[in-house]
């Protein structure tokens, strides 16, 4: 049974064979979408703008031949810079010398566009702050009790002149925070600009997250200011108790000589009502959020 296959099967490959060979020697024509790439840029210039990304070539030719370009290739189409000229346009048609894997045996039908414009200028350089562009979405009783640290601050932008000057600042790619309930460090991605190179890629963003509480402080000392050496200020009471809200962390090293509570004495001469409100100053990250009493009274002594 199987010597009686084996011919059959030979046939059948012999007949594929042949069908492919016919086949692939008759004329077609295909149509290429292919990635425009600028070579031979002199020295010190880049490339500022330029009119299509692709060129679309519409190609006629034996089968055998088309199938070389559109079997396991991913080719570009090269285009070249002809000296330091700031605008430059060029044929497609004329560029094919430029590109040998397009065979001399292929017949171009037709190319679009059929003009390419592109625009040289010098390389540039300078340093620019990075943005972190960050969304954050905190717990129920948490929040942010630090500064927003970007490590590296800044970054080298390079490019043609016209790209690179008005760049004032980088962005880095959105990233959205959810559920933050603690100290978050990590690495964002800088946004890329069109034509403008970055000497890094990456930055890392760091803050604090803690759970926010209130806290009582108690005896906080009122002191008196701009006092003539002849009088004396004296207020009723002389402490007071302030309630600042924080990160529970920052508020436990807070003591009460680290938030400072001061009249001046020009308050008293200007005072119509009888008593006067203290100026109080709070430590970073925190937030006044009461002072008892509101208001003091006081008695102006003279010597």
Same mark, same amino acid.
């Given at each position: 049974?199987?010597?009686?296959? @084996?011919?059959?099967?030979?046939?059948?490959?012999?007949?594929?064979?042949?069908?492919?060979?016919?086949?692939?020697?008759?004329?077609?024509? =295909?149509?290429?979408?292919?990635?425009?790439? =600028?070579?031979?840029?002199?020295?010190?210039?880049?490339?500022?703008?330029?009119?299509?990304?692709?060129?679309?070539?519409?190609?006629? %030719?034996?089968?055998?031949?088309?199938?070389?370009?559109?079997?396991?290739?991913?080719?570009?189409?090269?285009?070249?810079?002809?000296?330091?000229?700031?605008?430059?346009?060029?044929?497609?048609?004329?560029?094919?010398?430029?590109?040998?894997?397009?065979?001399? @045996?292929?017949?171009?039908?037709?190319?679009?566009?059929?003009?390419?414009?592109?625009?040289?200028?010098?390389?540039?350089?300078?340093?620019?702050?990075?943005?972190?562009?960050?969304?954050?979405?905190?717990?129920?009783?948490?929040?942010?009790?630090?500064?927003?640290?970007?490590?590296?601050?800044?970054?080298?932008?390079?490019?043609?002149?016209?790209?690179?000057?008005?760049?004032?600042?980088?962005?880095?790619? &959105?990233?959205?925070?959810?559920?933050?309930?603690?100290?978050?460090?990590?690495?964002?991605?800088?946004?890329?600009?069109?034509?403008?190179?970055?000497?890094?890629?990456?930055?890392?963003?760091?803050?604090?997250?803690?759970?926010?509480?209130?806290?009582?402080?108690?005896?906080?000392?009122?002191?008196?200011?701009?006092?003539?050496?002849?009088?004396?200020?004296?207020?009723?009471?002389?402490? =007071?108790?302030?309630? &600042?809200?924080? %990160?529970?962390?920052?508020?436990?090293? +807070?003591?009460?000589?680290?938030?400072?509570?001061?009249?001046?004495?020009?308050?008293?001469?200007?005072?119509?009502?009888?008593? +006067?409100?203290?100026?109080?100053?709070?430590?970073?990250? @925190?937030?006044?959020?009461?002072?008892?009493?509101?208001?003091?009274?006081? +008695? +102006?002594?003279?010597?």
């Amino acid at each position: 049974m199987k010597k009686k296959f @084996t011919p059959i099967i030979l046939i059948f490959v012999f007949s594929v064979l042949l069908w492919v060979y016919v086949s692939f020697s008759g004329e077609y024509t =295909i149509n290429l979408k292919l990635p425009i790439e =600028i070579k031979n840029i002199p020295e010190g210039y880049a490339v500022s703008s330029y009119s299509a990304d692709f060129v679309s070539l519409s190609l006629k %030719g034996r089968g055998w031949q088309l199938a070389q370009h559109t079997v396991g290739r991913n080719p570009k189409f090269y285009v070249y810079c002809k000296g330091t000229k700031k605008n430059q346009s060029v044929s497609i048609r004329n560029e094919v010398e430029h590109n040998p894997w397009i065979s001399s @045996t292929l017949q171009i039908v037709e190319t679009s566009p059929q003009i390419f414009n592109f625009t040289i200028e010098e390389i540039k350089s300078k340093k620019v702050e990075i943005i972190p562009v960050i969304s954050m979405v905190f717990k129920p009783g948490y929040g942010l009790v630090s500064d927003i640290e970007v490590e590296p601050d800044s970054v080298v932008i390079i490019g043609p002149e016209s790209r690179v000057e008005p760049v004032d600042l980088v962005k880095t790619e &959105l990233k959205i925070f959810e559920n933050l309930d603690r100290p978050v460090e990590e690495v964002l991605k800088l946004e890329k600009i069109d034509f403008v190179k970055f000497n890094i890629d990456e930055c890392k963003v760091k803050f604090d997250v803690q759970k926010i509480v209130d806290k009582t402080f108690d005896d906080v000392v009122v002191e008196t200011k701009n006092v003539p050496p002849t009088q004396k200020l004296v207020l009723t009471p002389a402490k =007071i108790k302030v309630v &600042l809200r924080g %990160g529970i962390k920052i508020l436990t090293q +807070i003591k009460n000589e680290d938030i400072k509570a001061f009249v001046e004495f020009n308050q008293a001469l200007k005072d119509t009502l009888g008593a +006067i409100q203290p100026t109080v100053i709070v430590p970073e990250k @925190t937030v006044l959020i009461d002072v008892k009493p509101a208001r003091l009274d006081y +008695i +102006i002594k003279k010597y």
